[in-house]
């Protein structure tokens, strides 16, 4: 079946820090693959996807690339921001045939406290 | 409203005890999902609607657990006998067409069995 590994947490850095928060994923054919992040109190929110082998998604100064030869899409910031803090979750999509509509498949999740 | 609406945000039940858990989708949305968190966990999907029917609930653990959504809008998830190992976050999410990229998560219900 389709799974998703993140790499363990928590993960806790100093402003200005860079940041990876590695995920790996196994799934038959080609997924789409997501990073939801969780602020305190709130719901999940997408973060940036990627559809595609070598898609690379971005948004607010986070990226992760789609590399499908070592199966993975790790999450990426320069230089992290204490607003930062949160919970990331690397997510797919299988893509295989007209069942999948949205069912995601998520990884258990990495906390990042960022320090002033 | 503008989001996901889901209530109540946290119910304590004892064990035994039968629940129910709203969800109010954003309007128009014709998409809605249902996972479950534990504590530490990433969300599982129990169940998924298009409008009123019920096309996937492979992820209901037991049958004591049971989701409707008879109008196409609103949905309720139950649980019928509460167990400790339901205590979780229940998550609802909506979207227009059953893509992840436009997915709208609810804040959760926060399930303690005790």
């Known amino acids: 079946g389709n799974s998703v590994t993140q790499m363990e947490g928590p993960v806790t850095l100093s402003e200005e820090a860079f940041l990876t928060i590695n995920c790996t994923y196994t799934a038959t054919g080609y997924p789409s693959l997501f990073w939801y992040v969780q602020y305190p109190g709130e719901g999940l929110q997408l973060l940036l996807k990627?559809?595609?082998?070598?898609d690379k998604g971005s948004n607010k100064g986070f990226e992760a690339t789609y590399r499908k030869e070592t199966t993975s899409f790790h999450l990426e910031k320069g230089s992290v921001q204490v607003s930062d803090s949160a919970v990331y979750f690397c997510?797919?999509?299988?893509?295989?045939?007209?069942?999948?509509?949205?069912?995601?498949?998520f990884g258990q999740g990495t906390i990042l406290t960022v320090h002033p | 409203g503008a989001g996901v609406s889901q209530s109540p945000r946290y119910k304590v039940a004892k064990r035994g005890q039968d629940v129910a858990l709203r969800c109010d989708p954003i309007s128009g949305h014709v998409s809605l999902f249902w996972y479950q968190q534990a504590l530490g966990q990433g969300p599982e999907f129990l169940t998924y609607?298009?409008?009123?029917?019920?096309?996937?609930k492979s992820g209901l653990p037991s049958d004591r657990f049971f989701a409707e959504r008879p109008e196409g809008s609103v949905s309720t998830l139950k649980i019928q006998r509460t167990q400790q190992e339901d205590s979780a976050v229940y998550l609802c999410?909506?979207?227009?067409?059953?893509?992840?990229?436009?997915?709208?998560f609810g804040s959760g219900t926060r399930l303690t069995v005790v």
């Open positions: 997510a797919l999509r299988a893509n295989a045939g007209g069942t999948s509509y949205g069912k995601l498949t």
């Open positions: 609607f298009q409008n009123e029917a019920q096309l996937d």
């Open positions: 990627a559809t595609k082998a070598d």
């Open positions: 999410a909506s979207s227009l067409a059953g893509q992840p990229a436009g997915y709208t």
